[in-house]
C-alpha cells in the first residue's frame, strides 16, 4: 500500500532543499483538500496604446483587441477591465512625477511623498496577502522584475527611485526590492535554510555546473520507491522541468561570458530570455508551494528600455510621448504586444496540471499598468486585466465596465477576498466590485 505523502516533503541533500509539486499521495494525505489559492500581480510600464488594446466590439463578451491576441487560448479565463482609476497617481499638487507615483500606488492605493528622501506610501495588496497567508508557505511572498533599479537616488520629478522600480511595500515606508537574477532567484527556491553553503561552496558548485539534483539524488531515490506509477512520472518530469531552468540558465550565462559583456555572469543579458526565466521560476516556485503571493515588473515605470527587435530602437519612455505621431503609435503598440507575449509565456507556464485542474485555475494573476495614454499620463480607464482563477470563483471570458473613477483598490480588495483574507480597506477604495464570480 502507497502511504500518504505531506506536502511539506522535501529532497535534501548538501545544503539543497528540494520543494515537491502536488503528488497523488499528498492528496490523500490531505484528505483531497483543494489547491491552495494564489495571486500575482504583474506591472508593465508607460501606459498602453488604448485603441489596440480595447475590445474590438462592445458587449460583455470579450473580444480581443490587437493588442491582446497573444492571449487568444486562454480567452475563457480572462477578465478585461474598463473604468478602473488610480486617482492616488494623480499630481495632487505635486507637480510633476506621474511614472513614480504610478508604480507606488497601483497595489497601495496610496499617494507617495515626493521626496528623495525618506519616502511614505503604503501597504500594498500583494504584502496584505503574505502577512495572512504566507506563514504557511516556505517563502512569504516572492517579488521578481526583468529590468534592474535602484531603490534610492531621484527616478522622477524629485521622486525617489524606490518608487517608480517596486510595486510591493510591507509597510508605508518599506518598498520590497525585486530579485532581476534568475541565479538568484533558483537558488532562492532550492537553497536549504538549515545549510547554508558558504560562498565559496557555491561558486565552486557553479565552477562545476553541477545540478542541483545531483545533490539530491540519493533522496530522490528513497521518495521514488514510495511512490505510485503516476507520482513517480510526476516526480521525473519534475526533475527534468528543473533541469532545463538549469540548462537555460547555464546558457545564458555562456552567451553573456562569449559577448564579453560586463554584466556579472550569472545575470542573463537578453531581456527576453530573462523575462522568461523569471516566468518559469515564479510558475515552479507555486507549483511547489514555495509561495502563494508574487509580484513580477516586466519593466520599471518610467522604463526606457529599448526594443531594436520589434523595429523600435528609441526608449520605451520616449516613444510613450507620441503626440499622436502614427510611427511612434506603431512602436509603443508593438512593444504592448510584446509584453502581452511575456503574459502568453507566464500563462503557459502556469497551465501545468495540479490534481484535476491546472495551477492557472487555483491562482488570479492581475496585469496592468498606472497609465492609461503614456502621452497624457492619464490615470483613468487604466489598462487592467485578470487572468486565470476559475477555482477562486473568476467567471472570464468578459469585459466589465465600471463607472469612470472606479478605484482601481476595489479590484485588489476583491481578489483578497477570493484569498479569504478580511481586509475592510486598501489606500482609496470605495468597496468591491461586483460581477466578478
Given at each position: 500500500m502507497i502511504e500518504p505523502l505531506s506536502r511539506r516533503t522535501l529532497l535534501r541533500g548538501a545544503g539543497v532543499a528540494l520543494a515537491l509539486p502536488l503528488f497523488g499521495a499528498m492528496s490523500r494525505a490531505r484528505n483531497s483538500a483543494p489547491a491552495p489559492r494564489r495571486v500575482i500581480f504583474?506591472?508593465?510600464?508607460?501606459?498602453?496604446?488604448?485603441?489596440?488594446?480595447?475590445?474590438?466590439?462592445?458587449?460583455?463578451?470579450?473580444?480581443?483587441?490587437?493588442?491582446?491576441?497573444?492571449?487568444?487560448?486562454?480567452?475563457?479565463?480572462?477578465?478585461?477591465?474598463?473604468?478602473?482609476?488610480?486617482?492616488?497617481?494623480?499630481?495632487?499638487?505635486?507637480g510633476p512625477g506621474d511614472h513614480a507615483r504610478s508604480a507606488a500606488s497601483f497595489l497601495t492605493g496610496m499617494h507617495p511623498l515626493k521626496t528623495d528622501g525618506p519616502i511614505r506610501a503604503g501597504v500594498s495588496a500583494d504584502q496584505l496577502?503574505?502577512?495572512?497567508?504566507?506563514?504557511?508557505?516556505?517563502?512569504?511572498?516572492?517579488?521578481?522584475?526583468?529590468?534592474?533599479?535602484?531603490?534610492?537616488?531621484?527616478?522622477?520629478?524629485?521622486?525617489?527611485?524606490?518608487?517608480?522600480?517596486?510595486?510591493?511595500w510591507s509597510s508605508p515606508h518599506t518598498p520590497l526590492g525585486k530579485e532581476t537574477d534568475p541565479r538568484l532567484v533558483f537558488d532562492r527556491l532550492f537553497r536549504d535554510e538549515e545549510q547554508d553553503l558558504s560562498e565559496a561552496e557555491r561558486a565552486e558548485r557553479r565552477r562545476r555546473r553541477k545540478s542541483v539534483l545531483d545533490f539530491v539524488r540519493d533522496d530522490a531515490k528513497r521518495l521514488s520507491s514510495k511512490l505510485g506509477v503516476e507520482d513517480r512520472r510526476k516526480l521525473d518530469e519534475y526533475e527534468s522541468g528543473v533541469r532545463e531552468l538549469e540548462r537555460r540558465i547555464e546558457f545564458a550565462e555562456k552567451k553573456t561570458r562569449d559577448a564579453g559583456l560586463v554584466r556579472p555572469a550569472e545575470l542573463?543579458?537578453?531581456?527576453?530570455?530573462?523575462?522568461?526565466?523569471?516566468?518559469?521560476?515564479?510558475?515552479?516556485?507555486?507549483?511547489?508551494?514555495?509561495?502563494?503571493?508574487?509580484?513580477?515588473?516586466?519593466?520599471?515605470?518610467?522604463?526606457?528600455?529599448?526594443?531594436p527587435a520589434l523595429g523600435a530602437p528609441e526608449g520605451h519612455h520616449e516613444l510613450s510621448h507620441h503626440g499622436g505621431d502614427p510611427e511612434k503609435l506603431k512602436k509603443i503598440a508593438s512593444i504592448n504586444r510584446h509584453h502581452i507575449e511575456l503574459l502568453a509565456h507566464l500563462l503557459e507556464a502556469l497551465s501545468r496540471k495540479e490534481g484535476d485542474a491546472t495551477l492557472l485555475d487555483s491562482t488570479m494573476i492581475a496585469y496592468g499598468s498606472g497609465i492609461s495614454d503614456g502621452d497624457r499620463h492619464n490615470h483613468d480607464d487604466l489598462p487592467v486585466l485578470l487572468a486565470g482563477g476559475r477555482l477562486c470563483e473568476l467567471r472570464g471570458g468578459r469585459h466589465l465596465r465600471f463607472p469612470n473613477e472606479t478605484p482601481c483598490t476595489n479590484l485588489w480588495l476583491s481578489l483578497l477576498d477570493r484569498l479569504g483574507l478580511a481586509v475592510p480597506a486598501l489606500g482609496d477604495s470605495t468597496g468591491r466590485l461586483e460581477g466578478l464570480a
Amino acid at each position: 500500500m502507497i502511504e500518504p505523502l505531506s506536502r511539506r516533503t522535501l529532497l535534501r541533500g548538501a545544503g539543497v532543499a528540494l520543494a515537491l509539486p502536488l503528488f497523488g499521495a499528498m492528496s490523500r494525505a490531505r484528505n483531497s483538500a483543494p489547491a491552495p489559492r494564489r495571486v500575482i500581480f504583474t506591472y508593465v510600464p508607460n501606459g498602453v496604446h488604448m485603441p489596440d488594446w480595447r475590445p474590438k466590439a462592445e458587449g460583455e463578451a470579450l473580444e480581443l483587441g490587437p493588442t491582446l491576441e497573444p492571449l487568444a487560448r486562454w480567452r475563457d479565463s480572462l477578465l478585461l477591465f474598463s473604468g478602473l482609476t488610480q486617482d492616488k497617481a494623480r499630481a495632487h499638487g505635486d507637480g510633476p512625477g506621474d511614472h513614480a507615483r504610478s508604480a507606488a500606488s497601483f497595489l497601495t492605493g496610496m499617494h507617495p511623498l515626493k521626496t528623495d528622501g525618506p519616502i511614505r506610501a503604503g501597504v500594498s495588496a500583494d504584502q496584505l496577502a503574505a502577512r495572512d497567508i504566507g506563514g504557511v508557505t516556505r517563502l512569504r511572498s516572492l517579488e521578481l522584475g526583468c529590468e534592474d533599479g535602484r531603490l534610492g537616488g531621484q527616478c522622477d520629478s524629485d521622486y525617489s527611485c524606490a518608487y517608480s522600480n517596486s510595486i510591493s511595500w510591507s509597510s508605508p515606508h518599506t518598498p520590497l526590492g525585486k530579485e532581476t537574477d534568475p541565479r538568484l532567484v533558483f537558488d532562492r527556491l532550492f537553497r536549504d535554510e538549515e545549510q547554508d553553503l558558504s560562498e565559496a561552496e557555491r561558486a565552486e558548485r557553479r565552477r562545476r555546473r553541477k545540478s542541483v539534483l545531483d545533490f539530491v539524488r540519493d533522496d530522490a531515490k528513497r521518495l521514488s520507491s514510495k511512490l505510485g506509477v503516476e507520482d513517480r512520472r510526476k516526480l521525473d518530469e519534475y526533475e527534468s522541468g528543473v533541469r532545463e531552468l538549469e540548462r537555460r540558465i547555464e546558457f545564458a550565462e555562456k552567451k553573456t561570458r562569449d559577448a564579453g559583456l560586463v554584466r556579472p555572469a550569472e545575470l542573463p543579458e537578453d531581456y527576453v530570455e530573462r523575462a522568461h526565466l523569471q516566468c518559469d521560476l515564479l510558475a515552479l516556485a507555486l507549483e511547489t508551494d514555495s509561495t502563494r503571493v508574487a509580484t513580477l515588473m516586466f519593466a520599471n515605470e518610467g522604463s526606457g528600455r529599448s526594443y531594436p527587435a520589434l523595429g523600435a530602437p528609441e526608449g520605451h519612455h520616449e516613444l510613450s510621448h507620441h503626440g499622436g505621431d502614427p510611427e511612434k503609435l506603431k512602436k509603443i503598440a508593438s512593444i504592448n504586444r510584446h509584453h502581452i507575449e511575456l503574459l502568453a509565456h507566464l500563462l503557459e507556464a502556469l497551465s501545468r496540471k495540479e490534481g484535476d485542474a491546472t495551477l492557472l485555475d487555483s491562482t488570479m494573476i492581475a496585469y496592468g499598468s498606472g497609465i492609461s495614454d503614456g502621452d497624457r499620463h492619464n490615470h483613468d480607464d487604466l489598462p487592467v486585466l485578470l487572468a486565470g482563477g476559475r477555482l477562486c470563483e473568476l467567471r472570464g471570458g468578459r469585459h466589465l465596465r465600471f463607472p469612470n473613477e472606479t478605484p482601481c483598490t476595489n479590484l485588489w480588495l476583491s481578489l483578497l477576498d477570493r484569498l479569504g483574507l478580511a481586509v475592510p480597506a486598501l489606500g482609496d477604495s470605495t468597496g468591491r466590485l461586483e460581477g466578478l464570480a
